[in-house]
């Protein structure tokens, strides 16, 4: 096969078409990653060379000093500090610089212009790309970015309908449904939910697979026992107290994230309810307070770590030209049966 001339340079979508591999894997070659296989490796290098694949110098030395922003809201969360930790150890695989940064007020969230110069600023500073932790992103914000040409990739977004962006989450809807499903196979029918706010695409989404698993039972859903605020152990604590209050109390109560069933379960301990004897308790995420809880916490897993790490890989991906095979990004996620959840109490 000739050689391409400089203005016909081939691409890295072009070696990864021509190697039979999708291009993340491409990219994964060029940025000396050590999760490709050696024969892959080995074939891919082939093709760079036969097409006459070559970053010139100043794109290798791009890539070596390629800088990521990650925006998010609650770093002291164990939620976020488990992604953060898959984001800071892809970039630091692929040689990025990783800064942080707290969600962008106003006026850069509602003025074109201000969002304007904080890109412009990003952009000169040698940042490639944007990673949205759990935020929204203004609209101001994106457009700026079209401009400008900077690419954003957001984890768990809270709308899944903008079309503009690379999103990157979980199989929330299962989630939602497994643990019900869980539940309701170890005989409760009173089952509470706790969730987050409903203007969050994942909560919405965890409470569609709730309410899906109770409508295959056959069980109506009693909106007395259902919550929606915060995803926190406040609001878990909280609206644990109000439910485990009722007169006809919920005998398990499935949690929108880990927080929230942490509060539900210290509203069981004040109210001297044993778990899972008396109720039983589910979280959503998974992290690694899910077993530090007495009793430990049945948890539905998402890959936080490895939703970081997609994300970061994305991002360069991106900024190497290499474009997503899909706007929306879903890793699958699993039940953790622990030690809060069990049979319904016998009447």
């Known amino acids: 096969m000739p ?7 081939a691409t890295l979508a072009d070696v990864a078409r021509l190697a039979g591999v999708s291009p993340a894997t491409a990219s994964k070659v060029l940025n000396g990653r050590s999760d490709v296989g050696a024969s892959t490796r080995e074939h891919v290098l082939g093709v760079m060379a036969e097409l006459g694949y070559m970053p010139t110098a100043a794109r290798h030395e791009q ?6 922003v990650t925006v998010l809201d609650i770093v002291e969360s164990r939620y976020a500090g488990t992604v953060l930790k ?13 800064l942080l940064r707290l969600p962008l007020g106003e006026p850069i969230s509602t003025s074109r212009t201000a969002a304007r110069v904080w890109m412009e600023e990003q952009k000169a500073s040698g940042v490639v790309g944007v990673i949205a932790l759990a935020v929204a992103v203004p609209d101001s914000v994106l457009l700026a970015a079209e401009e400008l040409e900077m690419h954003i990739v957001t984890i768990d977004p809270i709308d899944t309908t903008e079309s503009r962006l690379v999103s990157i989450g979980s199989t929330n809807w299962a989630g939602g449904r497994s643990a019900t499903e869980h539940v309701i196979k170890l005989g409760h029918r009173r089952i509470g939910w706790i ?31 259902i919550r929606h605020e915060a995803f926190s152990v406040e609001a878990g604590l909280r609206h644990g107290h109000d439910l485990l209050a009722l007169d006809e109390r919920p005998t398990a109560i499935v949690a929108g994230n880990d927080e929230i069933a942490v509060g539900v379960l210290a509203a069981a301990k004040e109210l ?7 109720l039983s308790v589910t979280g959503f995420d998974d992290t690694p307070q899910a077993q530090w809880t ?13 939703m970081g790490r997609m994300a970061v890989e994305t991002v360069l991906g991106m900024a190497d030209g290499v474009q997503p095979a899909s706007r929306h990004l879903q890793l699958a996620t699993t039940l953790s049966v622990r030690d ?8």
């Open 3 to 9: 050689r391409r001339g400089r203005s016909e340079r």
């Open 195 to 225: 969730g987050g706010p409903l203007a969050s695409a994942p909560s919405l989404e965890r409470f569609h697979g709730y309410q899906a698993a109770l409508d295959s039972a056959g069980i109506a859903p009693d909106r007395a026992l």
């Open 272 to 278: 001297q309810i044993t778990v899972p004897g008396e």
């Open 340 to 347: 809060s959840t069990g049979p319904v109490p016998s009447s």
């Open 86 to 98: 898959g984001i800071l150890v892809a970039a630091t695989s692929m040689q990025a610089e990783l």
């Open 63 to 68: 890539t070596r000093g390629r800088t990521l």
């Open 294 to 306: 007495t009793p430990r916490l049945t948890s539905v897993r998402q890959p936080l770590v490895g």
